[in-house]
């Protein structure tokens, strides 16, 4: 049925230059257990193609540009196909102003795991694997949630008379515990990635363990002035709130921090950002964005100075200069803009161990509550955290419901320290950042 539904498509945008045609295919498999028993098992298959009608005209540089109606429908069939076409031409002169680029002749290779299909019952296997870290928790009394799902996504882009395509795996993990150690106490953790092999069930479980342990002999403390230490599952969230200003339709609105500050030094030496489009092994990577532009391994911040901005067509040429295929399409309903595919800082060279013994006392977050309610525009955040403070090492005291105020950007420019063990969570990466100088309220 795809086959011939994309004969159709390809069909109809050699007849008809203005229509762009995007196409997802999801099926897999989901596994979930709820105290240990079945919840849910279930199989799917789900489509979606999003059309993008131009109401029609060329830019200067010879491209198809105006205004894009858009649509979606769920299925291929010809008689659904039509209508959406005639819903998306007839919103065209309503939609925003879009540029289809010119798709190239060819394409990066990007080397993209395959699929490794999984039965029930080795569905099951693998969450009885993860369980073993559950002997070392003597505390942890129930197994509220464990869930396990592996998939793959076919992408198709039509266009030009030209189909792109690629397909790309992806296993995902959650587990939440519950612990009695003083009071109760939920830990949980959560990954997805495209290998099997790099999804650290077991890791994940025994994450999830320690916090809900930890937490559960937590309690408020005093004010304290210390090092912070954001371990990688946590430190993604200082990541992702300092993306929205590498976005370039927010620097071309004015609202990033980094606006006019290409080449200079923004941030402490140690801090590299890299976005790198090109990863076949993460979660973002592939040979095209859905503009059809390639993508690339952009360097974002080299040794704290700011090097380039994630751009789509539209912010590149605001801003003269040329889209890096950083194109996302938020979801199915809306057009491509600027977004991260696979984004991390850089690793340093410190164990853990070594970073909780760089200043005499050291609070590693365990928690944070609140991460939504940060302003990425300035940059400003005020975290409920919980965790442990060590002195000169050694673990002091369990602390909850503490109040953590500073600014991304002021805290990134301070020399801190980095940790070796860049994780990824999903396309998101980064090593424990050691920040000297804060203050838990």
């Not at 789900?46 to 299925?75: M, P, V, Y």
């Not at 039509?158 to 009695?180: D, Q, T, W």
């Not at 923004?266 to 390639?294: H, K, N």
């Not at 975290?383 to 909850?400: D, M, P, Q, R, T």
Request: charged share 25%.
């Amino acid at each position: 049925m795809l086959d011939k539904g994309l004969e159709l498509l390809l069909e109809l945008s050699q007849k008809d230059p203005s229509l762009e045609f995007y196409v997802s295919l999801t099926s897999g498999r989901a596994l979930e257990l709820r105290d240990g028993k079945p919840f849910l098992s279930e199989e799917y298959q789900d489509l979606a193609l999003t059309i993008r009608a131009l109401a029609n005209g060329f830019d200067n540089k010879k491209e198809l540009s105006g205004k894009a109606g858009l649509s979606l429908t769920l299925s291929l069939d010809k008689e659904a196909l039509e209508q959406a076409i005639s819903r998306a031409k007839a919103l065209a002169e309503y939609g925003k102003k879009v540029v289809f680029p010119k798709l190239p002749s060819s394409y990066p290779e990007v080397n993209i795991p395959f699929l490794k299909p999984l039965s029930h019952e080795e569905m099951l296997n693998f969450l009885e694997h993860a369980r073993d870290a559950l002997k070392d928790f003597p505390k942890i009394t129930r197994i509220e949630r464990e869930s396990f799902s592996c998939e793959e996504e076919e992408i198709i882009l039509v266009r030009e008379g030209k189909i792109l395509r690629f397909k790309a795996p992806s296993y995902s993990y959650f587990v939440s515990v519950v612990s009695e150690n003083g009071r109760s106490a939920q830990g949980y953790a959560y990954n997805s990635t495209r290998e099997l092999e790099s999804l650290d069930a077991k890791g994940l479980f025994r994450k999830a363990c320690e916090m809900a342990s930890a937490l559960a002999q937590a309690k408020k403390g005093k004010s304290i002035k210390c090092a912070v230490l954001f371990p990688p599952e946590n430190a993604i969230i200082l990541l992702e709130l300092l993306s929205f200003s590498f976005l370039g339709d927010e620097v071309v609105k004015g609202r990033s921090r980094l606006k006019d500050k290409l080449g200079e030094k923004v941030f402490y030496q140690a801090i590299t950002i890299i976005d790198d489009g090109l990863a076949g092994a993460l979660p973002e990577g592939r040979p095209f964005d859905d503009e059809g532009v390639p993508q690339e391994r952009t360097i974002l911040v080299e040794k704290g100075k700011l090097k380039s901005y994630l751009l789509d067509i539209k912010s590149a040429r605001e801003l003269g200069l040329s889209s890096n295929g950083k194109a996302r399409r938020p979801s199915m309903g809306q057009n491509p803009k600027p977004s991260p595919t696979n984004l991390y800082l850089e690793k340093g060279n410190l164990s853990r161990e070594e970073l909780l013994q760089a200043e005499d006392y050291v609070f590693e977050v365990y928690e944070v509550l609140g991460s939504h309610t940060a302003d990425p525009v300035s940059g400003e955040f005020s975290f409920g955290v919980s965790g442990v403070l060590y002195h000169k090492g050694e673990k002091a005291e369990f602390l909850s419901e503490m109040a953590l105020t500073g600014n991304v950007f002021e805290i990134l420019s301070r020399e801190v320290l980095l940790g070796a063990d860049l994780t990824f969570y999903g396309s998101i990466g980064s090593p424990s950042i050691l920040i000297p100088g804060m203050v838990l309220g």
